[in-house]
């Protein structure tokens, strides 16, 4: 008779005693790397842009003066709220400690810290109707 309730296998077992174990002693058993997952998008291609965040369109970012404003909305794009600094939990919600104190994040200020925020998102593919057709063409391609 068992000393335990239960006698299924569990963690109080030998590690030794399980049939699958064949590891050597002293050893730990290595899985085998390429049946993890792989995850959301792996591989795929991506880019760095700027979005509006109150609109949410793209704006592009290459001169961003303190006077510039969203192509799509007209809302003022040198502001709290598009800078990467901005952190509601931060002192005077800002991660720049020396930051002087804003009152209104999303209106056009002149910041010294003030960092474009920028994010990954997935690129647009940029096959044509034509690639498209040729690859289908190719596969009955005698």
């Given at each position: 008779?068992?000393?335990?309730?239960?006698?299924?296998?569990?963690?109080?077992?030998?590690?030794?005693?399980?049939?699958?174990?064949?590891?050597?002693?002293?050893?730990?058993?290595?899985?085998?790397?390429?049946?993890?997952?792989?995850?959301?998008?792996?591989?795929?291609?991506?880019?760095?842009?700027?979005?509006?965040?109150?609109?949410?369109?793209?704006?592009?970012?290459?001169?961003?003066?303190?006077?510039?404003?969203?192509?799509?909305?007209?809302?003022?794009?040198?502001?709290?709220?598009?800078?990467?600094?901005?952190?509601?939990?931060?002192?005077?919600?800002?991660?720049?400690?020396?930051a002087q104190?804003?009152?209104?994040?999303?209106?056009?200020?002149?910041?010294?810290?003030?960092?474009?925020?920028?994010?990954?998102?997935?690129?647009?593919?940029?096959?044509?109707?034509?690639?498209?057709k040729a690859?289908?063409?190719a596969l009955?391609?005698?």
């Amino acid at each position: 008779m068992s000393d335990r309730k239960y006698r299924q296998r569990g963690y109080q077992d030998d590690k030794g005693d399980h049939p699958g174990n064949t590891a050597p002693a002293g050893h730990p058993r290595r899985r085998d790397p390429t049946l993890r997952p792989a995850g959301r998008g792996l591989g795929a291609p991506t880019a760095t842009i700027f979005r509006c965040r109150v609109c949410g369109k793209e704006n592009p970012v290459k001169d961003l003066a303190p006077e510039s404003a969203c192509t799509h909305c007209g809302a003022d794009l040198h502001s709290c709220t598009h800078c990467s600094l901005f952190d509601t939990s931060a002192t005077n919600q800002c991660r720049e400690p020396k930051a002087q104190l804003v009152r209104s994040k999303a209106t056009r200020n002149q910041c010294g810290h003030f960092k474009v925020r920028r994010a990954r998102e997935f690129a647009k593919e940029t096959n044509s109707p034509r690639d498209a057709k040729a690859a289908f063409d190719a596969l009955f391609d005698l």
